[in-house]
């Protein structure tokens, strides 16, 4: 006989965010998946995953777009767009400092700013 006032509140996901109908998150890589390439699970909306190539010589900032994957509509379906975080282990990795100390880096990262 009345009216009935419904609020919808939406949680903002963990790590995934929407523009429009598609999605973006960053997705943490190592470094050996950046620097050889090689397939890594995704993680859908949905609640699956899908796995991806990693292109070698990849850095952060790369971005991959999964066509599809985003928000579905009548219309479709918006895209996922992967930004890949090379990630360093939580704990101090002995082998990889070792590597590293031993590497003659040859490239200046920071030559474009100049």
């Excluded at 006989?1 to 965010?17: C, E, K, R, V």
Aim: hydrophobic share 40%; glycine share 12%; aromatic share 4%.
């Amino acid at each position: 006989n009345g009216d009935i006032l419904i609020q919808i509140a939406i949680a903002p996901h963990p790590y995934m965010t929407r523009e429009g109908n598609d999605l973006r998150m960053d997705l943490p890589v190592t470094v050996k998946e950046a620097v050889a390439g090689g397939k890594v699970p995704v993680p859908l909306l949905s609640g699956g995953t899908l796995s991806v190539t990693v292109p070698a010589g990849s850095n952060t900032g790369t971005v991959l777009r999964l066509k599809g994957k985003g928000i579905a509509v009548k219309e479709g379906a918006g895209d996922l767009y992967v930004r890949l975080v090379v990630t360093l282990p939580d704990q101090a990795d002995a082998a990889l400092k070792s590597f590293v100390d031993s590497w003659p880096a040859g490239y200046d990262p920071r030559a474009k700013m100049r």
